[in-house]
């Protein structure tokens, strides 16, 4: 992992996964344990490293995930065997910030 506030230059890119989900919010562990198994039966060159799942303003759920995967290609591969969402955007990750990477005077 490169130090905070510095862009990555790993061998392997990192990518968040906008997904909108297409069933019920209590029905996304399920997705979640068969995004999992996939994962190690299949994508075993994918590291699923943690996400985020949100509400929309209308209640449907959806996620951001973060992923190391070889290529865009292989991420969007393992969602179209997924199912039960789509994916709205795919985002290679350049860096990774805190707020201590940004001192205010004083502190």
Known sequence: MTA?????????PRYVIERSYTVHESEVPIVATRSKR???????QIVWEHSHVVLDADGTPKSFCVYDAPSEEIVRAHAERLGDH??????EIAG???PDDFPLDGD
């Not at 996939?38 to 075993?44: G, M």
């Open 86 to 91: 789509s994916v709205v955007a795919i985002y």
């Open 4 to 12: 905070p506030g510095t862009i990555r230059s790993a061998a392997m």
């Open 38 to 44: 996939l994962v190690k039966d299949e994508y075993p």
């Open 96 to 98: 990774d910030v805190t």
